[in-house]
Each structure stands twice: as structure tokens, then as C-alpha cells.
């Protein structure tokens, strides 16, 4: 029975255990974007009911014309929209590097090469994805609660 080299099983468990961090960033990373894809879905069921109360009624009444508030929700919503989408493009990618981080881990002790460089150029930017992801976010609650402000005062 052939045993395995003790250093290739210390290498091995120690390339483990430094990916293990960066595992625990990829779960958070999925937790948020599991919140913002349940904030894009609400916004998306809010717009397709406008639009479905729009058709309702155009074909009720071809000469149906939108509210100006209709309107402007419409274009406030399909803004929160593209903004959410903006969050979850860069949540996306944030764990795209992180991921790209533990594959570095991995290929640099198994081809034997210098990784440091890939490994913190990924983790620097998969940071700064995450920082502008999450900035995203602010900007996107802080919309919803500038709408709701401005409707409870009647602006909107």
C-alpha cells in the first residue's frame, strides 16, 4: 500500500485552511445577494403591476392616458431597477474574485508559482466590487425611503 508524502498532506491541509476565509466572504457575498435579488423582484412585481393596469385599461379605453404620478412611479421604479441590477452585477463579480482567489491559492502551490500578486490583485478588486455593491445598496434604500418620504409629505 503506497502512503501519501506527510508534506503533501500539511500542503494540502494547509492550502485548506487559508481558503477557508475566503469561503466564508463567497456565503456572505451570496447572503447579500440574495437580499438584493428579493428587492429587484419586488420592484419588478411593482412595474408589472403599473403596466398591467396600464393595458387593463388602454384596452378598456384606447385613448387611456397614464397619470402624471403613474408616470413618474413608473420611472422612479425602473430606476431603483437599474440600480439594484447595478448591485447585484458587482455582488456578482465580487464573488467571481473571491472565487478566482481560492483558485489562485490552489494552482500557485500546485503549478509551484509565484501567486501573490493574482491572489491580492483578486481580493483588492473582488473589495472594491464589494464596496461599490454595497454603495449601490445605500443608494438604493435610501431611494425607497426618499419616495416614501415624499409621498407621506404629498410631493409624490
Do not use: C, W, Y
Request: proline fraction near 2%; charged fraction near 20%; glycine fraction near 6%.
Amino acid at each position: 500500500m503506497i502512503m501519501p508524502d506527510d508534506t503533501v498532506v500539511v500542503n494540502i491541509s494547509t492550502l485548506i485552511q487559508l481558503s477557508v476565509a475566503p469561503v466564508f466572504l463567497l456565503a456572505g457575498v451570496a447572503g447579500l445577494l440574495n437580499v438584493f435579488i428579493g428587492r429587484l423582484a419586488r420592484i419588478i412585481d411593482k412595474l408589472e403591476a403599473i403596466d398591467h393596469h396600464t393595458l387593463v385599461e388602454r384596452t378598456k379605453d384606447p385613448d387611456f392616458q397614464e397619470d402624471g404620478a403613474i408616470v413618474k412611479r413608473r420611472e422612479f421604479l425602473v430606476k431603483r431597477m437599474q440600480n439594484i441590477n447595478s448591485s447585484i452585477f458587482f455582488g456578482a463579480a465580487t464573488g467571481l474574485m473571491v472565487a478566482l482567489v481560492i483558485l489562485s491559492i490552489f494552482s500557485g502551490a500546485l503549478f509551484d508559482f509565484n501567486n501573490k500578486f493574482f491572489i491580492a490583485g483578486f481580493f483588492i478588486t473582488a473589495m472594491l466590487f464589494l464596496v461599490t455593491s454595497l454603495i449601490l445598496f445605500l443608494r438604493e434604500i435610501h431611494f425607497t425611503t426618499s419616495f416614501i418620504e415624499g409621498k407621506r409629505k404629498g410631493v409624490m
